[in-house]
């Protein structure tokens, strides 16, 4: 089980030391240096321009009739914010303690598959980002770094797998990412089989990839992604492989035996989950709860905390919001640490979740664009946007730490 009477690790706090630089808000006033993005929304048309069609398309699309992506925002946006005035408001602490660490903000980097296509070893560099502005961020399993890499370069990293009902797959699969030292687990649930992504097959986005004279164009008319990316990648790791696939490695992205690197999920239930338990002694972690009772046998199975999570609208679409599925989650999960994904774009946004009860948020597409724009530094950037929204909204609102938030700064709009 996981280790929750662990002394706690410091890995970041939002309230500066003597040696630290000035807080957020000391510079809040500051104008922006020029052409940098001046919030997460204005990495995406950036990134569009950067990327290749098909690259694009793959990060920025959902499924069928995109319901469950603009259903995520719609539900952020039916929630307003209420103020209180005329408190003490000087000293702000963001920072949130999690599994036993303390993290400088309440908010995370989500997993995200294929990173390193977008962003030259783009798993290694979210990481890197990541730790070192100490907030969590997932691995995904469908990248294509090998997840002791990312391990080494950014310690304290959280990896997401997604697991068949197959025990001589289960076994050295836990046992691989234990040895690289990850201590937290994020198990997705909610990928029983391949969902229907029409708008894949409309940008010409494939897996396996398939070379074509639209492809190979596409990446032709991108020089600095084909150049900065790709070229770099094949001279110095050869052609990309789903490397954490399985316990021994896995297939180029060219190989038409990919679809069956990651086995049969549509086999995967909650007796799955008890042997995945007994065999990982680190945090263990569901996500893609949307259901209550879902939450209950999560508790009940000995699992340390849920992600709340329609998979950014990327599976089944008319699927519920996630931030309107969080309200009846939380009400099930007891004590249970519950984190949601899905559409947050603002630190507002992070804030309405945090007010209902959420104890973390994660946010996906935004810094995969940031990588593919402004690498390491893009990401950066992206987290301490997040940052300062966060620490401005939370003067504004009348609380001085986020423990402060309740369902009372909260107005639903009908």
Same mark, same amino acid.
């Given at each position: 089980?996981?280790?929750?009477?662990? $002394?706690? #690790?410091? %890995?970041? /706090? =939002?309230? &500066?030391?003597?040696?630290?630089?000035?807080? !957020?808000? @000391?510079?809040?006033?500051?104008?922006?240096?020029?052409?940098?993005?001046?919030?997460?929304?204005?990495?995406?048309?950036?990134?569009?321009?950067?990327?290749?069609?098909?690259?694009?398309?793959?990060?920025?699309?959902?499924?069928?009739?995109?319901?469950?992506?603009?259903?995520?925002?719609?539900?952020?946006?039916?929630?307003?914010?209420?103020?209180?005035?005329?408190?003490?408001?000087?000293?702000?602490?963001?920072?949130?303690?999690?599994?036993?660490?303390?993290?400088?903000?309440?908010?995370?980097?989500?997993?995200?598959?294929?990173?390193?296509?977008?962003?030259?070893?783009?798993?290694?560099?979210?990481?890197?980002?990541?730790?070192?502005?100490?907030?969590?961020?997932?691995?995904?399993?469908?990248?294509?770094? $090998?997840? #002791?890499? %990312?391990? /080494? =370069?950014? &310690?304290?990293?959280?990896?997401?797998?997604? !697991?068949? @009902?197959?025990?001589?797959?289960?076994?050295?699969?836990?046992?691989?990412?234990?040895?690289?030292?990850?201590?937290?687990?994020?198990?997705?649930?909610?990928?029983?089989?391949?969902?229907?992504?029409?708008?894949?097959?409309?940008?010409?986005?494939?897996?396996?990839?398939?070379?074509?004279?639209?492809?190979?164009?596409?990446?032709?008319?991108?020089?600095?992604?084909?150049?900065?990316?790709?070229?770099?990648?094949?001279?110095?790791?050869?052609?990309?492989?789903?490397?954490?696939?399985?316990?021994?490695?896995?297939?180029?992205?060219?190989?038409?035996?990919?679809?069956?690197?990651?086995?049969?999920?549509?086999?995967?239930?909650?007796?799955?989950?008890?042997?995945?338990?007994?065999?990982?002694?680190?945090?263990?972690?569901?996500?893609?709860?949307?259901?209550?009772?879902?939450?209950?046998?999560?508790?009940?199975?000995?699992?340390?905390?849920?992600?709340?999570?329609?998979?950014?609208?990327?599976?089944?679409?008319?699927?519920?919001?996630?931030?309107?599925?969080?309200?009846?989650?939380?009400?099930?999960?007891?004590?249970?640490?519950?984190?949601?994904?899905?559409?947050?774009?603002?630190?507002?946004?992070?804030?309405?979740?945090?007010?209902?009860?959420?104890?973390?948020?994660?946010?996906?597409?935004?810094?995969?664009?940031?990588?593919?724009?402004?690498?390491?530094?893009?990401?950066?950037?992206?987290?301490?946007?997040?940052?300062?929204?966060?620490?401005?909204?939370?003067?504004?609102?009348?609380?001085?730490?986020?423990?402060?938030?309740?369902?009372?700064?909260?107005?639903?709009?009908?």
């Amino acid at each position: 089980m996981a280790h929750h009477d662990q $002394p706690v #690790e410091v %890995v970041g /706090s =939002a309230t &500066p030391s003597a040696t630290s630089p000035p807080p !957020l808000s @000391a510079t809040l006033g500051a104008p922006a240096a020029p052409g940098l993005p001046l919030s997460l929304k204005d990495y995406e048309p950036l990134a569009r321009r950067r990327l290749p069609r098909a690259l694009f398309g793959y990060i920025s699309g959902a499924c069928e009739d995109n319901c469950s992506m603009t259903g995520n925002r719609a539900a952020l946006q039916r929630l307003l914010l209420v103020t209180r005035v005329l408190r003490d408001v000087s000293s702000r602490d963001f920072s949130r303690t999690l599994f036993g660490r303390t993290w400088a903000a309440p908010f995370g980097i989500a997993p995200m598959g294929l990173s390193a296509m977008m962003a030259y070893r783009g798993d290694t560099m979210l990481a890197r980002a990541a730790r070192a502005e100490r907030i969590p961020m997932i691995m995904s399993s469908t990248s294509l770094v $090998p997840l #002791e890499e %990312v391990a /080494s =370069a950014a &310690p304290g990293s959280w990896y997401q797998a997604y !697991l068949p @009902a197959d025990h001589d797959w289960i076994e050295p699969m836990v046992g691989r990412i234990s040895r690289a030292g990850y201590e937290t687990l994020v198990l997705t649930v909610d990928v029983p089989v391949n969902a229907n992504r029409e708008n894949l097959v409309k940008c010409g986005f494939t897996i396996p990839l398939r070379p074509s004279l639209r492809l190979a164009f596409d990446g032709i008319s991108h020089p600095v992604w084909l150049t900065k990316v790709f070229a770099r990648t094949l001279l110095r790791h050869g052609m990309p492989r789903f490397v954490n696939a399985k316990p021994s490695g896995g297939e180029p992205i060219l190989s038409r035996h990919v679809d069956r690197e990651f086995g049969q999920r549509d086999r995967l239930t909650w007796g799955s989950v008890a042997e995945i338990r007994r065999r990982w002694k680190g945090n263990l972690v569901i996500k893609g709860i949307l259901h209550p009772e879902d939450a209950k046998l999560a508790r009940a199975a000995g699992v340390d905390g849920i992600i709340v999570s329609n998979h950014g609208g990327r599976q089944l679409d008319s699927a519920i919001a996630s931030l309107d599925a969080l309200p009846r989650v939380l009400d099930a999960a007891g004590t249970m640490p519950v984190m949601i994904d899905g559409g947050f774009r603002r630190g507002s946004e992070v804030m309405k979740a945090l007010a209902l009860g959420a104890q973390m948020v994660f946010i996906g597409r935004p810094f995969l664009y940031a990588a593919a724009v402004g690498g390491e530094e893009g990401v950066a950037h992206a987290i301490r946007l997040v940052k300062a929204e966060i620490d401005r909204n939370m003067a504004m609102m009348g609380v001085s730490t986020i423990g402060e938030l309740n369902r009372d700064f909260l107005h639903a709009v009908v």
